[in-house]
Protein backbone atom coordinates (compact mmCIF):
# COMPACT_ATOMS: atom_id res chain seq x y z
CA UNK A 1 0.00 0.00 0.00
CA UNK A 2 1.43 3.29 -0.95
CA UNK A 3 -0.16 6.60 -0.11
CA UNK A 4 -1.04 9.29 -3.26
CA UNK A 5 1.46 12.01 -3.37
CA UNK A 6 -0.20 15.68 -4.05
CA UNK A 7 -0.27 16.97 -7.31
CA UNK A 8 0.61 20.64 -7.39
CA UNK A 9 -0.10 22.83 -10.58
CA UNK A 10 -1.20 25.77 -12.25
CA UNK A 11 -4.90 24.38 -11.61
CA UNK A 12 -4.31 24.41 -8.18
CA UNK A 13 -2.81 22.14 -5.31
CA UNK A 14 -4.37 18.57 -5.66
CA UNK A 15 -3.72 17.08 -1.67
CA UNK A 16 -5.11 13.40 -0.80
CA UNK A 17 -4.88 10.30 1.60
CA UNK A 18 -6.12 7.64 -0.44
CA UNK A 19 -4.10 4.78 -0.53
CA UNK A 20 -4.34 2.60 -3.98
CA UNK A 21 -3.20 -0.62 -4.82
CA UNK A 22 0.07 -0.70 -6.48
CA UNK A 23 -0.12 -4.14 -9.23
CA UNK A 24 4.29 -3.85 -8.97
CA UNK A 25 6.94 -3.39 -7.14
CA UNK A 26 8.69 0.47 -7.01
CA UNK A 27 12.04 0.80 -9.89
CA UNK A 28 14.90 1.89 -8.35
CA UNK A 29 16.26 5.41 -9.69
CA UNK A 30 18.98 3.84 -11.95
CA UNK A 31 15.82 1.77 -13.30
CA UNK A 32 14.14 4.89 -13.94
CA UNK A 33 16.70 6.71 -15.59
CA UNK A 34 17.55 4.04 -18.17
CA UNK A 35 13.43 3.86 -19.24
CA UNK A 36 13.62 7.58 -19.78
CA UNK A 37 16.84 7.18 -21.64
CA UNK A 38 15.60 4.26 -23.77
CA UNK A 39 12.14 5.94 -24.62
CA UNK A 40 14.40 8.69 -25.69
CA UNK A 41 16.98 6.72 -27.87
CA UNK A 42 13.93 4.84 -29.33
CA UNK A 43 12.45 8.13 -30.90
CA UNK A 44 15.63 9.42 -32.26
CA UNK A 45 16.07 5.54 -33.87
CA UNK A 46 13.16 6.06 -35.98
CA UNK A 47 13.83 9.04 -37.14
CA UNK A 48 17.59 8.14 -38.27
CA UNK A 49 17.26 4.55 -39.06
CA UNK A 50 16.25 3.51 -42.43
CA UNK A 51 15.17 0.04 -41.43
CA UNK A 52 13.06 2.33 -38.39
CA UNK A 53 14.92 -0.59 -35.64
CA UNK A 54 15.23 0.98 -32.38
CA UNK A 55 18.70 -0.12 -30.68
CA UNK A 56 18.66 -2.20 -27.53
CA UNK A 57 19.84 -0.71 -24.72
CA UNK A 58 23.10 -0.26 -23.73
CA UNK A 59 24.20 -1.58 -27.60
CA UNK A 60 26.65 0.24 -29.46
CA UNK A 61 23.71 1.73 -31.86
CA UNK A 62 22.57 2.86 -28.59
CA UNK A 63 25.60 4.48 -27.79
CA UNK A 64 26.10 5.97 -30.86
CA UNK A 65 23.00 7.38 -31.33
CA UNK A 66 23.26 9.43 -28.17
CA UNK A 67 26.68 10.47 -29.14
CA UNK A 68 25.64 11.41 -32.39
CA UNK A 69 22.42 13.69 -30.49
CA UNK A 70 24.62 15.16 -28.11
CA UNK A 71 27.39 16.41 -30.79
CA UNK A 72 24.60 17.73 -32.63
CA UNK A 73 22.95 20.16 -29.97
CA UNK A 74 26.71 22.60 -31.12
CA UNK A 75 26.37 22.10 -34.82
CA UNK A 76 22.62 22.67 -34.50
CA UNK A 77 22.99 25.75 -32.68
CA UNK A 78 25.27 27.66 -35.76
CA UNK A 79 23.61 30.09 -37.70
CA UNK A 80 24.55 27.83 -41.48
CA UNK A 81 22.36 25.14 -39.88
CA UNK A 82 18.79 24.95 -41.20
CA UNK A 83 17.83 21.68 -38.59
CA UNK A 84 17.68 23.82 -35.81
CA UNK A 85 14.20 26.08 -35.24
CA UNK A 86 13.65 28.00 -32.33
CA UNK A 87 9.93 27.17 -31.16
CA UNK A 88 7.38 29.46 -30.85
CA UNK A 89 7.51 31.82 -27.65
CA UNK A 90 5.75 30.70 -24.44
CA UNK A 91 2.93 32.86 -24.95
CA UNK A 92 1.78 30.44 -27.84
CA UNK A 93 -1.44 29.88 -26.03
CA UNK A 94 -2.72 33.75 -25.88
CA UNK A 95 -2.19 33.69 -29.67
CA UNK A 96 -5.85 32.95 -30.38
CA UNK A 97 -6.83 35.76 -27.94
CA UNK A 98 -4.86 38.06 -29.88
CA UNK A 99 -5.71 36.85 -33.27
CA UNK A 100 -9.40 37.39 -32.23
CA UNK A 101 -9.15 40.57 -30.28
CA UNK A 102 -7.04 42.15 -33.43
CA UNK A 103 -9.66 40.92 -36.29
CA UNK A 104 -12.31 41.74 -34.21
CA UNK A 105 -11.08 45.13 -33.87
CA UNK A 106 -10.60 45.34 -37.38
CA UNK A 107 -14.00 44.23 -38.54
CA UNK A 108 -16.10 45.34 -36.39
CA UNK A 109 -15.13 48.52 -35.87
CA UNK A 110 -15.10 49.42 -39.81
CA UNK A 111 -18.91 47.99 -39.88
CA UNK A 112 -19.57 50.42 -37.41
CA UNK A 113 -18.32 53.27 -38.83
CA UNK A 114 -19.74 52.44 -42.46
CA UNK A 115 -23.03 51.97 -40.85
CA UNK A 116 -23.07 55.17 -39.22
CA UNK A 117 -21.52 57.34 -41.93
CA UNK A 118 -24.51 55.92 -44.06
CA UNK A 119 -26.71 57.00 -42.43
CA UNK A 120 -25.48 60.96 -42.84
CA UNK A 121 -23.04 61.55 -39.97
CA UNK A 122 -20.81 64.14 -40.23
CA UNK A 123 -16.78 63.63 -39.66
CA UNK A 124 -17.11 64.75 -35.75
CA UNK A 125 -20.13 62.54 -34.77
CA UNK A 126 -18.50 59.57 -37.02
CA UNK A 127 -15.17 60.09 -35.30
CA UNK A 128 -16.83 60.15 -31.35
CA UNK A 129 -18.91 56.78 -32.70
CA UNK A 130 -15.71 54.86 -33.79
CA UNK A 131 -13.63 55.93 -30.68
CA UNK A 132 -16.77 54.76 -28.38
CA UNK A 133 -16.69 51.91 -30.41
CA UNK A 134 -13.11 50.94 -29.73
CA UNK A 135 -13.42 51.47 -25.97
CA UNK A 136 -16.90 49.34 -25.52
CA UNK A 137 -15.42 46.72 -27.49
CA UNK A 138 -12.33 46.64 -26.07
CA UNK A 139 -13.73 46.29 -22.57
CA UNK A 140 -16.24 43.80 -24.14
CA UNK A 141 -13.02 41.65 -25.21
CA UNK A 142 -11.83 41.52 -22.13
CA UNK A 143 -14.73 40.38 -19.75
CA UNK A 144 -15.38 37.83 -22.23
CA UNK A 145 -12.09 36.48 -22.27
CA UNK A 146 -11.32 36.56 -18.76
CA UNK A 147 -14.52 34.89 -18.00
CA UNK A 148 -14.52 32.21 -20.37
CA UNK A 149 -10.37 31.48 -19.56
CA UNK A 150 -11.53 31.26 -16.28
CA UNK A 151 -14.25 29.05 -16.40
CA UNK A 152 -12.32 26.66 -19.19
CA UNK A 153 -9.29 26.45 -15.76
CA UNK A 154 -12.72 26.11 -13.26
CA UNK A 155 -13.52 23.06 -15.30
CA UNK A 156 -10.17 21.61 -15.88
CA UNK A 157 -9.28 21.63 -12.39
CA UNK A 158 -12.68 19.72 -11.66
CA UNK A 159 -11.29 17.19 -13.79
CA UNK A 160 -7.73 17.07 -12.53
CA UNK A 161 -9.51 16.49 -9.70
CA UNK A 162 -11.46 13.82 -10.64
CA UNK A 163 -8.92 11.66 -12.04
CA UNK A 164 -6.44 12.01 -9.38
CA UNK A 165 -9.80 10.16 -7.46
CA UNK A 166 -9.50 7.86 -9.94
CA UNK A 167 -5.97 6.74 -9.78
CA UNK A 168 -6.12 6.62 -6.00
CA UNK A 169 -9.74 4.42 -6.58
CA UNK A 170 -9.88 2.67 -9.60
CA UNK A 171 -5.52 2.25 -9.93
CA UNK A 172 -5.85 -1.03 -12.60
CA UNK A 173 -8.45 1.00 -14.75
CA UNK A 174 -6.81 3.80 -15.00
CA UNK A 175 -3.07 1.62 -16.06
CA UNK A 176 -5.44 0.12 -19.05
CA UNK A 177 -6.56 2.86 -19.96
CA UNK A 178 -3.16 4.56 -20.36
CA UNK A 179 -1.89 1.57 -21.75
CA UNK A 180 -4.49 2.54 -24.60
CA UNK A 181 -3.43 5.89 -24.47
CA UNK A 182 0.74 4.66 -25.07
CA UNK A 183 -0.01 4.68 -28.94
CA UNK A 184 -0.85 8.73 -29.41
CA UNK A 185 2.92 9.31 -28.13
CA UNK A 186 4.69 7.06 -30.53
CA UNK A 187 4.44 3.86 -27.93
CA UNK A 188 4.10 0.87 -29.92
CA UNK A 189 1.54 -2.21 -29.52
CA UNK A 190 2.77 -5.29 -29.24
CA UNK A 191 1.95 -5.99 -32.68
CA UNK A 192 4.75 -5.56 -35.71
CA UNK A 193 2.48 -4.11 -38.22
CA UNK A 194 1.22 -1.36 -35.91
CA UNK A 195 4.34 0.96 -35.96
CA UNK A 196 6.73 -1.02 -38.71
CA UNK A 197 3.84 -0.83 -41.70
CA UNK A 198 6.85 -0.45 -44.37
CA UNK A 199 8.91 -3.20 -43.85
CA UNK A 200 6.17 -5.29 -42.70
CA UNK A 201 5.46 -6.86 -46.16
CA UNK A 202 8.94 -7.81 -46.54
CA UNK A 203 10.89 -10.60 -45.91
CA UNK A 204 14.25 -9.30 -45.84
CA UNK A 205 13.12 -7.60 -42.93
CA UNK A 206 11.38 -10.10 -41.28
CA UNK A 207 14.04 -10.24 -38.44
CA UNK A 208 14.30 -6.77 -37.50
CA UNK A 209 10.62 -6.68 -37.61
CA UNK A 210 10.57 -9.14 -34.66
CA UNK A 211 13.69 -7.52 -33.12
CA UNK A 212 11.59 -4.05 -33.42
CA UNK A 213 8.59 -5.59 -31.75
CA UNK A 214 10.44 -7.46 -28.66
CA UNK A 215 12.19 -4.08 -27.75
CA UNK A 216 8.66 -2.20 -28.10
CA UNK A 217 6.90 -4.59 -25.70
CA UNK A 218 10.38 -4.34 -23.37
CA UNK A 219 9.52 0.00 -23.49
CA UNK A 220 5.56 -0.54 -23.08
CA UNK A 221 6.51 -2.70 -19.86
CA UNK A 222 9.51 -0.50 -18.65
CA UNK A 223 7.01 2.60 -19.00
CA UNK A 224 4.04 0.98 -17.83
CA UNK A 225 6.05 -0.33 -14.72
CA UNK A 226 7.35 3.15 -14.09
CA UNK A 227 4.18 4.44 -13.83
CA UNK A 228 2.27 2.34 -12.14
CA UNK A 229 4.78 2.78 -9.13
CA UNK A 230 4.55 6.24 -9.56
CA UNK A 231 0.63 7.83 -8.88
CA UNK A 232 2.31 11.49 -9.10
CA UNK A 233 3.70 10.85 -12.34
CA UNK A 234 0.45 8.80 -13.82
CA UNK A 235 -1.81 11.63 -12.92
CA UNK A 236 0.45 14.16 -15.16
CA UNK A 237 0.84 11.80 -17.59
CA UNK A 238 -3.03 11.35 -17.64
CA UNK A 239 -3.70 15.22 -17.56
CA UNK A 240 -1.24 15.40 -20.59
CA UNK A 241 -2.67 12.43 -22.70
CA UNK A 242 -6.22 12.56 -21.53
CA UNK A 243 -7.03 16.42 -21.73
CA UNK A 244 -3.98 18.06 -23.61
CA UNK A 245 -3.18 19.86 -20.56
CA UNK A 246 0.35 20.73 -19.30
CA UNK A 247 1.49 22.82 -16.69
CA UNK A 248 3.73 24.96 -18.68
CA UNK A 249 0.63 26.20 -20.99
CA UNK A 250 -2.08 26.77 -18.65
CA UNK A 251 -3.76 29.94 -19.57
CA UNK A 252 -4.43 33.06 -17.11
CA UNK A 253 -7.73 34.67 -17.30
CA UNK A 254 -6.07 37.81 -16.74
CA UNK A 255 -3.31 37.42 -19.76
CA UNK A 256 -5.95 36.34 -22.06
CA UNK A 257 -8.33 38.73 -21.45
CA UNK A 258 -5.38 42.02 -21.83
CA UNK A 259 -4.53 40.73 -24.87
CA UNK A 260 -7.77 40.35 -26.07
CA UNK A 261 -8.56 44.31 -25.09
CA UNK A 262 -4.69 45.80 -26.13
CA UNK A 263 -5.32 44.17 -29.42
CA UNK A 264 -8.88 45.24 -30.63
CA UNK A 265 -8.10 48.32 -29.37
CA UNK A 266 -4.56 48.17 -31.75
CA UNK A 267 -7.24 46.58 -34.36
CA UNK A 268 -9.81 49.08 -34.08
CA UNK A 269 -7.38 52.64 -34.96
CA UNK A 270 -7.71 52.21 -38.51
CA UNK A 271 -11.15 52.98 -38.44
CA UNK A 272 -10.67 55.82 -36.26
CA UNK A 273 -7.63 57.55 -37.25
CA UNK A 274 -9.20 58.40 -40.67
CA UNK A 275 -11.61 60.29 -39.14
CA UNK A 276 -9.02 62.57 -37.38
CA UNK A 277 -7.32 64.10 -40.63
CA UNK A 278 -10.28 64.48 -43.22
CA UNK A 279 -12.88 66.60 -43.45
CA UNK A 280 -15.51 64.78 -45.39
CA UNK A 281 -17.06 61.39 -43.79
CA UNK A 282 -17.05 59.64 -46.97
CA UNK A 283 -13.11 60.11 -47.75
CA UNK A 284 -12.44 59.09 -44.15
CA UNK A 285 -14.84 55.61 -44.79
CA UNK A 286 -12.90 54.84 -48.01
CA UNK A 287 -9.63 55.37 -46.22
CA UNK A 288 -10.72 53.24 -42.84
CA UNK A 289 -11.65 50.69 -45.40
CA UNK A 290 -8.41 51.09 -47.31
CA UNK A 291 -6.71 50.61 -44.30
CA UNK A 292 -8.98 47.46 -42.46
CA UNK A 293 -8.12 46.06 -45.87
CA UNK A 294 -4.52 45.88 -45.50
CA UNK A 295 -4.60 45.83 -41.78
CA UNK A 296 -6.46 42.21 -42.59
CA UNK A 297 -3.82 41.22 -44.68
CA UNK A 298 -0.57 41.93 -42.46
CA UNK A 299 -2.49 40.07 -39.85
CA UNK A 300 -3.36 36.79 -42.08
CA UNK A 301 0.58 37.04 -43.86
CA UNK A 302 2.04 36.98 -39.50
CA UNK A 303 -0.43 34.35 -38.78
CA UNK A 304 0.89 32.12 -41.62
CA UNK A 305 4.36 33.34 -41.23
Not at 103 to 127: I, P, Y
Not at 174 to 203: Q, R, W
Not at 241 to 259: K, Q, Y
Request: glycine fraction near 8%.
Amino acid sequence: MKPISGHSSSYGSLDGSETYPSSTEAMEGDNDLEAAMFATAAAESVASNNDNVAPSFGSDDFVNIRKEAADAVDVSTSPQSPAHTDHLVKSRQYYRDMVLGVNDGLVSTFLLVAGVVGGGMDVEATLLTSISGAVAGAISMFAGEYVATKSQNEVMKGEIKLEHEHIANYHQEEMKELSNLFSLIGIPGSSPHLCYANVADSTAHSSNVTSSAKEARKLRQRMTHYYGSNPDALLKIMIALEFGVIDGETRSPGVAGAASLALFFVGSLPSVIPFVCVTDSNTGLIVSGIATAIGLFLVGAVKTW
